[in-house]
């Protein structure tokens, strides 16, 4: 029992805890997964910092269903947290509350030695993430995800950032969090459609190198979803295959691109939907750009047929979109969303780089990509709806 919970004797125990490092020189950090977590995450922060003050950042949703009992905990183990709301949604990754988070940082007094807690999905670590790598030069900051999305995903890895009218994600730093706590019991306040639409970061990580994985979640997803332990297996394999990427390419110079499978299809649809969250949120661009990476490749003759349509399959039978025609709305015309592309953040001197795939489980870097090619194939698409 942690020394929080024994001085709480009505706090929930901890389940099993699984530690995932993240090995980066001078910068590593553990990756903490398991169910009811919050209390462990209180002590492990005070062990982090002590005598260090805190603001806890996070989504006006996520307080009114966690907030309270995470600060009892924080306050049990000598951590007098500021708490900071910010609206829910995509809308808050944004300059105006970018400033007007760092100005409630400072005026919360929060020094160089403090400490920042990212506390939700994935628009509040990245945001937070941002905020503490400029305040004061870079302050240590603690991602406690709360969406599966940003614990396999977003919380890892130290990519922070906001978007711009020119792109998802264009404003940004890279710093690395002091340590990551995934309670994978917050899942389960998540709508269907919210988990959902994290699985896609989940079933990813198995169609870039690890075909073994991707089988097990095709026989697993409903338990995954059904939060057994399932979910914690899921979670961690997925933190082990972003830690490993990012200990050798923590700055995206090499591999760490594969990690973005989907992503350039994705970060486009994003675009062209205002990122509007009741047309489509982020996991659901994602897998509809999971489908096209693959039948791109299959139409460039790179990936068997069987395999493009395999993917395909197991996002519909999950219930995740695979189709453009599949955006509420529309997705805009090919000429729209390759022009989107132009800001994808692995354009080079104006040429697309895709992640295309040979197959299950081998994906590589695609430089070169002629736009012409890309908008052919997004005509089929399109008419195929």
């Not at 805190?54 to 309270?68: I, N």
């Not at 068997?304 to 025609?325: E, F, I, M, Y």
């Not at 890309?374 to 005509?379: D, G, T």
């Amino acid at each position: 029992m942690s020394p929080s919970a024994a001085k709480n004797p009505g706090a929930k125990n901890s389940g099993a805890r699984i530690v995932v490092p993240v090995a980066l020189e001078g910068r590593g950090y553990d990756i903490h997964i398991g169910r009811h977590q919050l209390c462990e995450a209180a002590d492990l922060i005070a062990a982090l910092a002590p005598g260090a003050k805190a603001a806890l950042v996070t989504d006006e949703r996520v307080a009114a269903l966690h907030a309270q009992a995470f600060e009892n905990c924080l306050q049990l183990s000598g951590i007098s947290a500021t708490r900071i709301e910010i609206p829910p949604g995509e809308a808050s990754k944004s300059y105006s509350r970018f400033i007007t988070l760092c100005d409630s940082l400072l005026a919360a007094k929060i020094e160089r030695n403090d400490l920042v807690i990212a506390f939700g999905g994935g628009v509040v670590g990245d945001l937070t993430g941002f905020a503490a790598a400029v305040l004061r030069r870079g302050v240590r900051f603690v991602q406690i995800p709360t969406t599966l999305l940003a614990q396999v995903d977003s919380s890892v890895g130290g990519k922070t950032g906001i978007n711009s009218p020119h792109g998802k994600n264009l404003i940004g730093a890279f710093h690395q969090p002091a340590l990551v706590i995934a309670d994978t019991a917050l899942l389960d306040t998540l709508s269907e459609r919210e988990f959902k639409a994290g699985y896609a970061e989940v079933v990813k990580y198995g169609l870039i190198d690890d075909r073994a994985f991707f089988d097990w979640c095709e026989a697993n997803w409903g338990r995954i979803i059904a939060g057994g332990p399932e979910r914690d297996h899921a979670v961690a394999v997925s933190c082990k295959a972003k830690a490993a990427i990012v200990a050798r390419d923590e700055r995206e110079e090499g591999d760490r691109a594969l990690l973005n499978l989907g992503h350039t299809f994705a970060h486009a649809l994003e675009r062209l939907t205002g990122y509007d969250a009741n047309r489509l949120v982020h996991g659901e661009a994602v897998a509809i750009g999971l489908a096209l990476a693959f039948r791109f490749s299959q139409r460039l003759g790179l990936c068997p047929g069987q395999d493009a349509v395999r993917v395909s399959a197991h996002l519909d039978a999950v219930g995740l979109p695979s189709r453009l025609s599949q955006v509420p709305g529309g997705a805009g015309s090919a000429e729209e969303i390759v022009s989107a592309m132009g800001q994808d953040k692995k354009v080079k001197r104006g040429v697309l780089t895709f992640i295309l795939a040979h197959g299950i489980g081998r994906s590589f870097i695609a430089p070169g990509v002629a736009a012409e090619e890309v908008k052919a194939f997004i005509e089929t698409e399109l008419a195929a709806a």
